[in-house]
T-cell receptor, first 113, second 112 residues
Framework: DVKVTQSSRYLVKRTGEKVFLECVQD?????MFWYRQDPGLGLRLIYF???????EKGDIPEGYSVSREKKERFSLILESASTNQTSMYLC????????????FGEGSWLTVV | TQLLEQSPQFLSIQEGENLTVYCNSS?????LQWYRQEPGEGPVLLVT?????EVKKLKRLTFQFGDARKDSSLHITAAQPGDTGLYLC????????????FGTGTRLQVFP
């Protein structure tokens, strides 16, 4: 069974803290993605990666960075968390090419206080 | 920037009713996908449509991709409480990428 695993389901962090969200997939997928989901705004792409050590900015990369040192792992980093980064974060992965199935993790709920 | 607008944003209906959700854009997409998301879970893919005018059926769900590949609809026949969830459309901007643009979502509640 395919699986995208996000290490933390619920986190509460203080403003200014450095936050790591980890994501692992077991499907040998080339592509990995980080989205945030907010009510009324749908899913917005933060960063994506087509290969190890490769990353591209999505639509809302400001305040975030990513790391992909291994094919199966894609990390999202908030260098200095702010309250407007309180959100649900979704990791996803897929094989290359348009129209392929994208598999999502269960999401990480981050609250920044 | 490509945008996908979904309507309605919220829908509350009784079991057995039919409904249609719309996904519209001024941009052309190479393919379009529909996802359903249940509370506390990530979205799960329902269908992918790639050809203008294409119609796909998944049991009581019918998906259509517009002729111009700018819009799509999801029709549910005889809705059931198990259909409750957030429905998201997502368009792929080009044939060489999985980078998706998501619609704003339609939250469906089906009451028994």
């Amino acid at each position: 069974d395919v699986k995208v695993t996000q290490s933390s389901r619920y986190l509460v962090k203080r403003t200014g803290e450095k936050v790591f969200l980890e994501c692992v997939q077991d499907m040998d997928h080339e592509n990995m993605f980080w989205y945030r989901q907010d009510p009324g705004l749908g899913l917005r792409l933060i960063y994506f990666s087509y290969d190890v050590k490769m990353k591209e900015k999505g639509d809302i990369p400001e305040g975030y960075s990513v790391s992909r040192e291994k094919k199966e792992r894609f990390s999202l980093i908030l260098e200095s968390a702010s309250t407007n980064q309180t959100s649900m974060y979704l990791c996803a992965s897929s094989h290359g090419g348009a129209g392929n199935t994208i598999y999502f993790g269960e999401g990480s709920w981050l609250t920044v206080v | 920037t490509q945008l996908l607008e979904q309507s309605p944003q919220f829908l509350s209906i009784q079991e057995g009713e039919n409904l249609t959700v719309y996904c519209n854009s001024s941009s052309v997409f190479s393919s379009l996908q529909w996802y359903r998301q249940e509370p506390g879970e990530g979205p799960v893919l329902l269908v992918t449509v790639v050809t203008g005018g294409e119609v796909k059926k998944l049991k009581r769900l019918t998906f259509q991709f517009g002729d111009a590949r700018k819009d799509s609809s999801l029709h549910i026949t005889a809705a059931q409480p198990g259909d409750t969830g957030l429905y998201l459309c997502a368009g792929s901007a080009s044939f060489n990428t999985d980078k998706l643009i998501f619609g704003t979502g339609t939250r469906l509640q089906v009451f028994p």
